[in-house]
């Protein structure tokens, strides 16, 4: 039994609470209650992690994780399970990851994939992927998640130095810039797409879309560093 205050409804009987889908089964509406039991929908996402296409994290729990990777543990008086567990999750990182930053992982040999730290959350990693792929050219392929992307077909010899290069190029693009080399959604997937004249149409995708304004105003404040890792990442 809930307080309805705390339960968000679909409308359709479903609602959502602490990341699960539940089934209203009875209301008291002279008590403002209702009444719930698992629901069949399974798991939906839970408030921090967003929404939308390639919503992953928030950004501001993925930077707290770097926080937490910077400082090598919580500051809150956690027991001991609680910090192996902490721990286990530090150890998919590298050693030497500052509270900010982007961070090129150092390969041991040649043909590997370059991994670069950035822990900004999928829908900024997503935009730079992009970006990186373009810059970079020929045969690169980039992947992301919401705290590093792996980028493969960069070169054997200077590929760190060409990655950390694009990276500077690209802080040093506009807006005007960025929306022109982001790739366009249909047009027919908004709400008077195909009545927006082109130039207008890419320009609110970047910034709707795509959130450039704040990729670059992120990107702009953040540096690039290399660090050689102790342990694989996994």
Not at 20 to 37: C, P, Y
Not at 44 to 52: A, D, E, L, P, Y
Not at 161 to 166: D, T
Not at 188 to 207: D, Q, V
Request: proline share 5%.
């Amino acid at each position: 039994t809930l307080d309805a205050c705390f339960v968000s409804s679909s409308g359709s009987g479903d609602v959502s609470l602490g990341g699960q889908s539940w089934t209203i089964a009875g209301r008291d509406e002279g008590h403002g209650m209702v009444i719930i039991v698992p629901g069949g929908g399974g798991a939906s996402r839970v408030f921090w992690t967003g929404s939308g296409e390639g919503a992953g994290y928030s950004p501001l729990i993925c930077r707290t994780v770097q926080a937490l990777c910077s400082r090598g543990g919580s500051k809150l008086p956690l027991g001991e399970h609680e910090r192996e567990l902490l721990q286990l999750a530090m150890d998919r990182f590298p050693a030497g990851i500052g509270a900010e930053g982007l961070y090129i992982v150092s390969r041991e040999r040649g043909n590997e994939p370059v991994t670069l730290i950035s822990m900004n959350g999928s829908r900024f990693n997503r935009v730079l992927a992009l970006l990186l792929r373009h810059r970079l050219g020929g045969k690169t392929q980039v992947r992301f998640d919401d705290f590093r992307l792996v980028i493969d077909g960069a070169g054997k010899e200077d590929a760190e130095r060409r990655i950390v290069g694009a990276v500077r190029e690209i802080r040093h693009m506009d807006s005007a810039a960025l929306a022109g080399f982001l790739p366009l959604p249909a047009p027919e997937g908004w709400k008077f797409g195909r009545a927006i004249p082109p130039p207008l149409f890419r320009e609110m995708i970047c910034a709707d879309h795509y959130h450039g304004g704040d990729f670059l105003r992120v990107l702009g404040a953040t540096g690039v560093s290399r660090i050689t890792p102790e342990k694989d990442l996994r």
